[in-house]
């Protein structure tokens, strides 16, 4: 065997151990530990003429990309593993968005255009007198986070409670998350809301009095995006492998069947869709204070489809493929708009009609089936050489 089929055999290997439950997921970590923690090293410590130097706007990028990432790990663990398509997982990570934002827009302090120390900029041009009552407590950070978790979560409770209860499944289901989200995001454009309205909040200055304009700080909320996604994705898969996560696997496959053996399957289901909804909006937390500005855009069901389409690219039911998914779908999408940025939205319908006709387990199940199909001819080729050197009987008869 050549030694380029054995890398190509072992790098199959590798990622198709990555698809088996609980195997692989060192190298996964590992891998994005690395990664960011070369960039951050090489932002910080080499000099800017240097090539093999990262800039800032990399790390910001890369940064927006693992927030995408965990987001896509949130959507595949309830649709990939229970078999519910959510259309409306925009709405939790805007909720923990706008959470972290009116935290952020509270440390401007007097710094804003209007110099106002108690008012956002957006309420002295709207001529607001004083702050909202559920503005109160947002500028201390633990209480921000506390709500940009509770609220999401709660919604996330109501809602699975009322749906999973009256057993409503399927594309009706798929329907009413994508009504929430718009729903919300026609509430959010309204000034009267007290966010922002149109222009949503931003001009943020700093985080827990470090400048968020800083390569430090830039780097720090790097670390933390990739921390936080290493955590989610082992206590999901902690989660998955679990006596709970084979039931909700049989309520995916066979829901009668799971709800006739004595499972409350709607439990089941609204538990999981709060953890879901949770990861959700951590990562609209640290979505925010990286690219600095949230809107009610990021309510918009297009974001929420096209979230669908980062975990079916990667391969629904992995976890590791909807990371996979939405680092390869976001760079492209970048690379694609900045050349030609009206073809963006054509190119994403044909990469969804693709995988949906082609690869409908997605990139993790083509790499599966090649290195399924690769060790079986690595198998068969090792049977013929061990019956080649084996001797036959005639052989034998002569050696004996």
């Known amino acids: 065997m050549s030694a380029a089929r054995k890398f190509w055999t072992s790098l199959f290997n590798l990622l198709t151990e990555l698809r088996q439950p609980g195997r692989g997921s060192s190298w996964l970590v590992g891998i994005l530990l690395i990664t960011t923690i070369a960039m951050s090293a090489a932002n910080l410590l080499l000099p800017a003429d240097s090539p093999l130097y990262v800039s800032t706007y990399t790390i910001t990028l ?11 790990m949130a959507v595949d663990i309830i649709w990939g593993y229970c078999g519910i398509l959510s259309l409306g997982h925009g709405a939790f990570f805007a909720l923990g968005g706008y959470g972290m934002g009116m935290y952020l827009m509270r ?55 009322l749906a999973f209860r009256s057993r409503v499944t399927g594309v009706y289901l798929s329907i009413m998350t994508q009504a929430l989200t718009y729903a919300l995001m026609l509430a959010f454009f309204r000034n009267e809301m007290g966010f922002g309205g149109n222009n949503g909040l931003t001009d943020f200055k700093d985080i827990l009095g470090f400048d968020l304009q800083a390569d ?84 918009s069901p297009l974001n ?12 629904r039911g992995t ?13 492209a999408k970048t690379r694609l708009t900045a050349i030609m940025p009206d073809a963006w939205l054509f190119a994403l319908g044909a990469l969804f009609v693709i995988v949906t006709v082609y690869l409908p387990s997605g990139l993790a199940g083509l790499l599966q089936r090649f290195g399924g199909q690769q060790n079986g001819k690595s198998a068969s080729v090792e049977a013929e050489r061990e019956s080649s050197n084996k001797p036959s009987i005639g052989m034998r008869e002569v050696n004996a």
């Open 62 to 72: 890369m940064g927006k990309y693992l927030c995408f990432a965990m987001l896509a």
């Open 107 to 161: 440390q401007i302090g007097d710094r804003g255009v209007y110099g106002n120390p108690d008012l956002p900029d957006f309420m002295v041009f709207l001529n607001w007198q004083e702050l909202p009552w559920y503005w109160f407590g947002m500028d201390q950070f633990w209480f921000a986070v506390l709500m940009a978790l509770a609220v999401p979560g709660l919604l996330a409770f109501v809602f699975g409670w």
């Open 216 to 299: 430090g700080t830039r780097v720090a909320l790097l670390l933390v995006t990739t921390l936080l996604l290493v955590i989610a994705f082992l206590s999901s898969r902690a989660i998955v492998q679990s006596r709970l996560g084979r039931v909700i696997v049989a309520v995916r496959d066979t829901e009668a069947r799971a709800r006739f053996l004595g499972y409350r399957t709607e439990r089941y289901k609204v538990w999981l869709f709060v953890y879901s909804a949770l990861i959700a909006a951590v990562a609209g937390m640290l979505y925010v204070p990286q690219v600095g500005i949230i809107n009610p855009g990021e309510f």
């Open 304 to 315: 929420s489809i096209e979230v669908v389409v980062w975990v079916a690219v990667g391969g």
């Open 319 to 331: 976890l590791y493929g909807a990371i996979v998914g939405a680092l390869l779908v976001n760079y």
